[in-house]
């Protein structure tokens, strides 16, 4: 049955972290939390253990702070890296079945993925992964790039082990759609954008220090916007490019391109999707829909007494148009459910500033 709910459900939440020297999966969820807005129905962690080549799963419908209640929770997330999820169901009903990152065994090892966007092509592509006999068991179109990482690439040499880059490029050339890709094998953690750079995806890096010589050393972070890596106590780095490949493993950052670039964002990142505290192709989100409203007021006077911000997304685009216009800006509007909304806002934000000292204290210089 297809969801006839017509919101914008295009917006979910994903991260992506290497680091053996602080709790992984802790980190995750502090990154989780900054991405809230992003999906509300259902949030998830998978992490890797390499000491007993699995992974380690946790996931649940609902907000991050309800689904990850307690550190009891986190601990059996343990390993060296791992990705987290936020959701907004894009394709297929919201059930805890269709939660990711969702985790799919290859010859190559289990491999988790979590996908911000979907694909237009997956009907075409599930038909014909089912002609080869590849059975499907979920609605969503993730299963689709699932199964398509764990094909063999066009030209597959055995010799060379699984080729990642090969196979994550060969499904960015055979798919079309607006997405963003967190992938965990047992080697990496992988991060993707399709071709056209619809979705966003951000590089940061953040400074530990090393367990055997003590020194400072680098390691990186993918997340959906900047707000996260502030979060977690990240630097900004830069964007992926569009049709570009990134992998982080312990021997730092690479890079390779998947497909030809075609740049062409969303322009619904820069007016709702995105917090107006992130930064998108180096420009602060909060300054940018000021500047619409300005240009707003520019091109659509309007004669009136007051302007207001409906919904909390327009509100900077608001203060820019009365800024220009010169008309006074108020708050005309209060949300039925406001009350709610303060006490889970400062509810999650004493956890994930708890979690944070908790969880960076011994490991992050200040």
């Known amino acids: 049955m297809e969801d006839l709910d017509d919101r914008p459900k295009e917006n979910c939440g994903i991260f992506g972290i290497y680091s053996p020297e602080i709790p992984v999966a802790a980190t995750i969820s502090l990154a989780l939390i900054a991405l809230q807005h992003r999906g509300q129905e259902a949030c998830g962690i998978v992490t890797y253990d390499e000491k ?81 006999g590849i059975g499907m068991f979920k609605e969503s179109d993730i299963e689709v790039i699932a199964q398509m990482l764990a094909s063999n690439p066009p030209q597959y040499d055995s010799t060379k082990g699984p080729q990642w880059e090969a196979r994550i490029s060969a499904f960015m050339h055979e798919s079309d759609g607006a997405y963003s890709l967190v992938i965990m094998t047992n080697e990496a953690i992988f991060g993707c954008r399709d071709h056209c750079g619809l979705r966003p ?88 829909r000021e500047r619409l409203g300005m240009q707003l007021a520019i091109e659509g006077p309007a004669e009136a007494d007051i302007v207001v911000g409906v919904p909390d997304s327009s509100v900077p685009a608001a203060m820019g148009y009365a800024k220009q216009s010169g008309l006074p800006y108020m708050e005309g509007i209060a949300k039925k459910s406001v009350c709610a909304s303060n006490i889970y806002s400062t509810n999650a934000n004493v956890t994930a500033t708890w979690r944070f000292n908790e969880v960076y204290s011994n490991y992050i210089h200040p």
Do not use: W
């Not at 979907?118 to 592509?125: C, D, V």
């Not at 916007?225 to 990240?234: K, Q, S, Y």
């Not at 964007?239 to 062409?264: A, C, F, Q, W």
């Open 201 to 288: 995806l951000c590089i940061g890096q953040m400074e530990v220090k090393d367990q055997v010589s003590g020194k400072d050393i680098l390691r990186y972070v993918l997340a959906s916007e900047t707000c996260a890596l502030v979060m977690v106590g990240a630097t900004y780095v830069r964007e992926v490019k569009p049709g570009e490949i990134v992998r982080i493993d312990e021997n730092g950052l690479t890079s390779t391109m998947g497909r030809s670039p075609k740049p062409n964002l969303c322009i619904f990142e820069y007016v709702y999707f995105s917090r107006p505290d992130s930064m998108l192709e180096d420009q602060l989100i909060v300054k940018v």
């Open 52 to 132: 007993k080549d699995t992974v380690h799963s946790h996931k649940g419908l609902g907000l991050v702070s309800q689904v990850f209640s307690n550190e009891d929770i986190l601990k059996p997330l343990v390993g060296r890296m791992g990705i987290g999820h936020t959701r907004y169901a894009t394709a297929g009903k919201s059930t805890i079945d269709n939660t990711q990152p969702v985790i799919v065994q290859t010859y190559h090892g289990q491999i988790a993925i979590g996908q911000n966007g979907n694909l237009t092509t997956h009907k075409s592509l599930r038909k014909e992964l089912l002609k080869r």
